[in-house]
């Protein structure tokens, strides 16, 4: 990120001033991981500026008070800049897939803009998760979109839920606003025919596994409520198929072809 000048300026994730309490002026010790960063791979040294941002939505000036061993600190200054909440909120909810395809497509919805990130589980998945596999990778996913998050320079955090099965996320999703399911049935609808506004604040884009969806899993969501979408003459992979489905929309409805920070976002 740069600041007015276009001068490179590093950001850093802080979740301890996401309670908006910190006073101008305070002392926030960095731990371990948060020190290293600054410190060891960013090369900081003491006096040198920063952005310190809470996940929330405000974006402190800072200043790295100590660079010592174990008494790293930055001292906090004023609001730099704050972003408001997304006029359109575009969810992704995507199929559990192998290996490390799910952080990619973390990385690529929150750059994108995405509010909230739903995996879920149907009949095609080859992935399973116990309970220590799901607590660890989601404790990874949100390092992941921590990390894109810095890196874009957006502050509002993505949100990250638990796995949850296909009929599960079919239930809740729908009554939060569109359901939008990327098929490559014959039966889905071409994605012009959703170029206006849903005049809907929340919209989730549904996308399967590697093996995509059973037409049994289709119908289901079709008689629920939901939308089979096209994304096109060629079979994409899952993890091109979520970031695909989300720049479309986000293109259509958010805010990827305004060419500028989201309304109400101010740089000070």
Same mark, same amino acid.
């Given at each position: 990120?740069?600041? !007015?000048? *276009?001068?490179?300026?590093?950001?850093?994730?802080?979740?301890?001033?996401?309670?908006?309490?910190?006073?101008?002026?305070?002392?926030?010790?960095?731990?371990?991981?948060?020190?290293?960063?600054?410190?060891?791979?960013? !090369?900081?040294?003491?006096? $040198?500026?920063?952005?310190?941002?809470?996940?929330?939505?405000?974006?402190?000036?800072?200043?790295?008070?100590?660079?010592?061993?174990?008494?790293?600190?930055?001292?906090?200054?004023?609001?730099? !800049?704050?972003?408001?909440?997304?006029?359109?909120? %575009?969810?992704?909810?995507?199929?559990?897939?192998?290996?490390?395809?799910?952080?990619?497509?973390?990385?690529?919805?929150?750059?994108?803009?995405?509010?909230?990130?739903?995996?879920?589980?149907?009949?095609?998945?080859?992935?399973?998760? $116990?309970?220590?596999?799901?607590? !660890?990778?989601? $404790?990874?996913?949100?390092?992941?979109?921590?990390?894109?998050?810095?890196?874009?320079?957006?502050?509002?955090? %993505?949100?990250?839920?638990?796995?949850?099965?296909?009929?599960?996320?079919?239930?809740?999703?729908?009554?939060?606003?569109?359901?939008? @399911?990327?098929?490559?049935?014959?039966?889905?609808?071409?994605?012009?025919?959703?170029?206006?506004?849903? *005049?809907?604040?929340?919209?989730?884009?549904?996308?399967?596994?590697?093996?995509?969806?059973?037409?049994?899993?289709?119908?289901?969501?079709?008689?629920?409520?939901?939308?089979?979408?096209?994304?096109?003459?060629?079979?994409?992979?899952?993890?091109?198929?979520?970031?695909?489905?989300?720049?479309?929309?986000?293109? @259509?409805?958010? $805010?990827?072809?305004?060419?500028?920070?989201?309304?109400?976002?101010?740089?000070?």
């Amino acid at each position: 990120m740069s600041d !007015r000048r *276009g001068e490179r300026v590093e950001r850093l994730y802080l979740p301890q001033l996401a309670s908006g309490a910190v006073a101008q002026g305070a002392t926030i010790a960095l731990d371990e991981g948060q020190a290293h960063y600054l410190v060891r791979v960013l !090369r900081l040294r003491k006096g $040198d500026r920063l952005r310190a941002f809470d996940g929330v939505a405000r974006e402190y000036a800072a200043v790295l008070a100590d660079d010592r061993p174990r008494r790293v600190t930055l001292e906090i200054g004023v609001v730099a !800049r704050e972003e408001a909440p997304p006029a359109f909120r %575009a969810v992704l909810a995507q199929g559990l897939a192998k290996q490390d395809k799910l952080d990619v497509v973390i990385q690529k919805a929150v750059e994108l803009g995405v509010a909230r990130v739903r995996p879920f589980v149907s009949r095609r998945a080859v992935l399973r998760l $116990d309970a220590a596999e799901t607590e !660890r990778r989601l $404790d990874r996913w949100r390092k992941v979109a921590a990390e894109a998050c810095r890196q874009c320079g957006r502050i509002r955090l %993505a949100e990250l839920d638990a796995p949850v099965s296909f009929e599960t996320l079919l239930d809740s999703a729908l009554a939060d606003g569109p359901l939008l @399911l990327a098929y490559e049935g014959r039966d889905a609808e071409p994605l012009t025919a959703f170029a206006a506004s849903p *005049g809907a604040r929340t919209a989730t884009l549904v996308v399967g596994p590697e093996g995509g969806f059973a037409p049994e899993e289709a119908q289901t969501a079709r008689e629920r409520g939901a939308r089979l979408v096209s994304l096109g003459p060629r079979i994409l992979r899952t993890e091109t198929a979520g970031p695909a489905f989300l720049a479309i929309v986000q293109y @259509l409805w958010g $805010d990827l072809a305004t060419g500028r920070p989201a309304t109400g976002e101010e740089e000070r």
